[in-house]
C-alpha cells in the first residue's frame, strides 16, 4: 500500500448501505444525489463505524468501508480540528453525511491560471447532509473548532486526487468574514464592532424596504427582527470581495414562532474609515422567510445544480 492509496476496512451492513445508494444516485443528476443525501443521513447512523474511524486516525486520510476497484465507494473520513484539507477534487459526484462535530465544505470554480475562485461555504451539522455533481467537484473541507466524522459516498476512487492553489486572500476579506459570521449567528455586540458609527442600513424585504441611520438606530432596528428568531445558525455562505467593500451572500437557519424556518439574503457592504477599516453601508436584500414546507417545495419543484 502507497501512502496515497486508501485504507480499506469492509464493515457489516456498508455493502448493503452502497448496493441500495448508487441506484438512487443515477447517473449523479442534482436531483438524484439531493434524494440519495436523504437517504444515507437517515441510514448512516445504523453503520458501526467504530473501527473504521480508528483505523482513519491511525491513518489521518479516509478509510473505504464498501465499494471495490475503482468506485463507487463509501467512506469514513476525519477531519481534526485547524487541518483543512487541500482544495481537490475525486473525479466524479459525491454525496456526504455529516456524524459528529461539525465541518464546512467550500466548493471552488478553478480558473484558467489554476487558481480557486470560492462559490461559497455550506456549513454541515450532525445528520445533515450535502452532495457535488460531477461539475462542481472541487471542494475543501474543515472541521468547525473540533474534530469531525463523515460518511461520503464517492462516485470514483481517485487515490491522489487533484490539487488546486487557493484563491488569492482579498484586503478586505477579514471584515467581509466578521460581518459574515456575526450576522448569521445574530450577534449584535459583533456586529456593534464592524460598523461605523454613521453607518447606513437600507434593507430591501419582501414587498417591503425601510432604512436605519447610525449604528445604534440599525442595531436597534436588528435587534427587533431578532428577537422574533431562536435557534439561529448560518448554513451557508458566499463572500465576495470587491475594490470598495464586497458582498456577503448567507443562508440562515432559524427558529420562527417556535417553527424551523430558512431565510436566504444578500449584503451590498461599503467600507471605509481612516485608522479602522468599517462598514459604512450596508444594503440588504432578503428573500423572506421560508417554512418548512416552502424549503421541502422548493426542494422539489427547483432542485439545485449546487446546492
Ligand atoms: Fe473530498
Keep these: 500500500m502507497t501512502a496515497r492509496t486508501r485504507p480499506r476496512l469492509e464493515i457489516p451492513g456498508a455493502a448493503a448501505l452502497l448496493g441500495e445508494l448508487v441506484p438512487l444516485a443515477g447517473n449523479g443528476g442534482s436531483a438524484q444525489l439531493a434524494a440519495t443525501g436523504e437517504r444515507l443521513a437517515t441510514l448512516a447512523p445504523q453503520l458501526d463505524i467504530t473501527e473504521a474511524l480508528r483505523t482513519a486516525r491511525r491513518e489521518g486520510r479516509g478509510v473505504a468501508v464498501a465499494g471495490a476497484g475503482e468506485g463507487p465507494l463509501l467512506a469514513v473520513a476525519v477531519f481534526p480540528a485547524q487541518a483543512p484539507t487541500p482544495i481537490h477534487g475525486h473525479g466524479g459526484w459525491g454525496v456526504a453525511v455529516l456524524l459528529t462535530g461539525r465541518c464546512d465544505l467550500t466548493a471552488f470554480r478553478i480558473g484558467p491560471d489554476g487558481v480557486a475562485s ?4 455550506r456549513r454541515l451539522h450532525p445528520g445533515e447532509a450535502t452532495w457535488w455533481t460531477r461539475v462542481y ?11 469531525a466524522v463523515e460518511l461520503v459516498l464517492l462516485e ?7 490539487r488546486y492553489e487557493p484563491p488569492a486572500v482579498p484586503a478586505s476579506g477579514g471584515l467581509l468574514e466578521r460581518f459574515s459570521a456575526a450576522y448569521g449567528a445574530g450577534d449584535l455586540d459583533a456586529l456593534a464592532a464592524v460598523y461605523a458609527p454613521d453607518v447606513l442600513l ?5 414587498v417591503w424596504r425601510y432604512q436605519a441611520a447610525g449604528r445604534d438606530a440599525v442595531l436597534a432596528t436588528l435587534r427587533e427582527e431578532l428577537a422574533e428568531v431562536t435557534d439561529r445558525r448560518a448554513t451557508w455562505w458566499h463572500i465576495t470581495p470587491s475594490n470598495a467593500g464586497g458582498v456577503v451572500e448567507l443562508e440562515t ?4 414562532h417556535g417553527k424551523p424556518v430558512l431565510v436566504r439574503d444578500a449584503h451590498l457592504l461599503a467600507v471605509g474609515g481612516e485608522a479602522v477599516e468599517q462598514i459604512v453601508a450596508h444594503t440588504m436584500w432578503c428573500t423572506g422567510i421560508w417554512d418548512a414546507d416552502t424549503v421541502r417545495q422548493q426542494a422539489r419543484a427547483a432542485p439545485m445544480v449546487l446546492p
Design 253 to 256: 437557519r432559524n427558529t420562527y
Design 137 to 147: 467537484d472541487v471542494h475543501r473541507q474543515s472541521a468547525v473548532a473540533d474534530e
Design 118 to 121: 470560492s462559490l461559497g461555504v
Design 202 to 206: 437600507d434593507a430591501n424585504v419582501p
Design 156 to 162: 470514483r476512487n481517485p487515490d491522489g486526487a487533484p
